[in-house]
Each structure stands twice: as C-alpha cells, then as structure tokens.
C-alpha cells in the first residue's frame, strides 16, 4: 500500500515494518474506535485489542494516536502495523553477495521468507534488508519459497521496481538450482521435464494436469549416492513450486519437502532437516546499466556426499 506524503516520517517503519491501514466504511458512520475496532479484528482477542489500541497501535494520517474512545467516521484511513503473535526467529544470517546503487543481492538462509506472507513477518528477507538499511524502497525482484535458499534479487528505489521484475516475468534470467532428490535408478543422466501445472482451487499447491506443457525444466544428474541424487535444476519457465511438483510427479521428490509428493500437517521448523533445494546462480543483463550479471550462492546442500 502507498503511504501518504504527509505521514509522520517518525511513523513510518518499525524495524523494517511499514504500517498497513484501512479506510472507514461508508456504512460506518461516526463511532468510537473501540466499538468499531473490535468487530472488525473480532478473531482477535479483545484483551489484546484494547491493549495494542491504548499503546498507540492505530492512528490516523496526521500521526494522532487513536484511544478506545476516540471518535472516528466513514473515509477516515487508519494506519496500524499488522503483528504475527509468537513468530519463531530464524537462527540463519542472510549475507549480502552484491550491492550497488541500484541492487543488493543476498544468500537467503532456509526458513527465511522473501517478504511478509501468512505467520511471517519480521523473519523475512525483505524485512531484514529494510531494517537494517532504513530504506523502505527496498523491493523483492522476485521470489524463492521459504524453504528454498539462495540468491535473491531486491530493488532500492521505487521506480526500478518494475525493470527488474520484468527480468524475470519476460524469461531474461539464467537461474540453477541444485538439489539433493530421492533416487530413481531409471531416469537418465539428463532430460528435460515439460508438463502442465495449475494452482489447486482449495489450497495454495500446484498439481500435474492434462494439457498443453506450460511449465519446463532442464535436469541434469550431478553424483547418485545410494538413496539420494544430486541434480542441477535449470527452470525455463518460472512457475510457482515448479521444481518441487516436477521432481515429485517424477517419483524424485526433493529430499525433505514436506508438500511435494504428499502435504505433511503443519509442524514446527525442524531447523536440522532444511529442504534440500539451493537457488544456486543467477544470471541477466542488468536493465539499467547493461552489465552482464552473475551471482552465485556461497551455501551447500546438507545431504551433498552424504
């Protein structure tokens, strides 16, 4: 969401978190903060509520600080910072591999998030960069899942947000990952996979449909050690889970992934056991200046000559 210019700069971020806001509905008319509050964040506990209310949780554009028997009314914007109870730190550093002006580039650890998403939102990369800069421009060019580690691109300034996503979206990215997968002894030494994914309708995993292949990848058999193999991935296209649901519809499921063949319940982090899938590299012309552009990641696979 767009923060409006006039703001107080002292409200703007907390320790990398901008703060979301909402808009008072028509229908609301003139009523107290309290009232309104606690049926619209009625999941919420109401103890906590009022609390986060009566320590300046909500407030308006000009920075006033709204209390439980504040009087608010329709097109009124109030601003609050949105907070994930008990969120579970995770113990990895994230190192910078590049920055320039317009860049940075990082090593993401497993478990790290790219940006807030669901029960994440301090333990994210892009929170993390945000915070440590004071630059609330910084932007995600693209995404890794949680699991996955690696290289990861973000923008610093708004307006070269778009160029570099662009990078991405029109397929002018190199991209290697490498992965430590359960051994399938029939599958050759190098194939390419090419399938057709979809987004589930109930739940957020892609399945292997029938249909014209809209997702591909190149595979390539780095060392088999009984159980396991270690292969190098190289995405052509850049669906989401691509990698994950590929190697799994093959009978060749990426070690320690707990969605792919089968969704595990939820459960919490087994920091010891990371998925086994690296964003390896990353290549591409850089769109601002030209340059040719190549970084890798600096980590390794746990299960590699295991």
């Not at 107080?8 to 008072?24: D, I, K």
């Not at 050690?225 to 270690?230: F, I, K, M, T």
């Not at 990371?274 to 970084?295: C, I, M, N, W, Y």
């Not at 890798?296 to 696979?301: D, H």
Request: proline letters at 6%; a neutral charge.
């Amino acid at each position: 969401m767009k923060r409006p210019l006039h703001i107080s700069h002292a409200l703007q971020h907390r320790n990398g978190v901008t703060p979301s806001f909402f808009v008072v509905p028509t229908q609301v008319g003139v009523t107290r903060v309290d009232d309104y509050l606690l049926q619209r964040f009625h999941k919420l506990s109401p103890e906590k509520l009022l609390a986060k209310i009566r320590q300046g949780g909500f407030f308006l554009d000009s920075g006033e600080a709204l209390q439980p028997e504040s009087i608010i009314k329709s097109g009124q914007r109030v601003w609050y910072y949105r907070e994930v109870q008990d969120e579970t730190p995770v113990p990895f550093d994230m190192s910078i591999l590049h920055e320039d002006d317009n860049i940075i580039v990082v090593d993401k650890p497993h478990f790290l998030a790219t940006a807030p998403v669901g029960r994440s939102l301090h333990e994210t990369a892009l929170i993390r960069l945000r915070a440590a800069t004071n630059n609330l421009d910084i932007t995600a060019a693209h995404r890794l899942d949680r699991a996955t580690a690696g290289v990861l691109l973000f923008t610093k300034r708004a307006e070269l947000r778009r160029p570099y996503q662009q990078l991405f979206e029109q397929r002018q990215t190199k991209k290697t990952y490498l992965a430590v997968c359960h051994t399938r002894q029939d599958l050759a030494e190098r194939f390419t996979i090419d399938l057709r994914l979809k987004l589930n309708d109930h739940n957020p995993f892609m399945s292997v449909i029938e249909g014209e292949p809209n997702s591909q990848t190149q595979v390539t058999l780095l060392e088999q050690w009984g159980a396991y193999s270690y292969y190098r991935l190289e995405p052509l296209t850049g669906k989401q889970h691509q990698l994950r649901c590929h190697m799994a519809h093959l009978g060749a499921g990426i070690v320690n992934d707990l969605w792919y063949p089968t969704v595990f319940p939820p459960q919490d982090d087994n920091f010891e056991e990371p998925l086994q899938l690296l964003a390896h590299r990353l290549e591409f012309a850089d769109p601002v200046t030209g340059k040719a552009f190549s970084f890798e990641s600096k980590q390794t696979l746990k299960y590699v000559n295991k």
